[in-house]
Nanobody, 124 residues
């Protein structure tokens, strides 16, 4: 079992930065791929970023590539998403997900564990 709790969301002006955090509990965190997804208002949830268990492999959606960095701390059982140069279209609820069945990457459907989400609102 993995429990995930996101934090760090909020209201920010366009061009600003936010760092989202996801605190994980459970034995399998360090062997799980982790990811971030988001759900914009009125739209379906979409992939944002993925990181392997060792952090050797990362993947990003084209929409955030170059502006966001996913990283993890297996000692603190946490994964982070640093977002820079934020745009109004980044407004969404951001979810942390873990895939305990795959240490390499989180697929585009997400993992088998999800957090409750944290709201990010970017004003123009």
């Amino acid at each position: 079992q993995v429990q995930l709790v996101e934090s760090g969301g909020g209201l920010v002006q366009a061009g600003g930065s936010l760092r989202l955090s996801c605190a994980a509990s459970g034995r399998t965190f360090s062997s799980s791929a982790m990811g971030w997804f988001r759900q914009p208002p009125g739209k379906e949830r979409e992939f944002v970023a993925s990181i392997s268990w060792s952090a050797a492999r990362t993947e990003y959606a084209d929409s955030v590539k170059g502006r966001s960095t996913i990283f993890r701390d297996n000692v603190k059982n946490a994964v982070y998403l640093q977002m820079n140069s934020l745009k109004p279209e980044d407004t969404a609820v951001y979810y942390c997900t873990a895939d305990s069945t795959n240490p390499t990457r989180v697929g585009r459907q997400g993992g088998n564990y999800w957090g409750q989400g944290t709201q990010v609102t970017v004003s123009s």
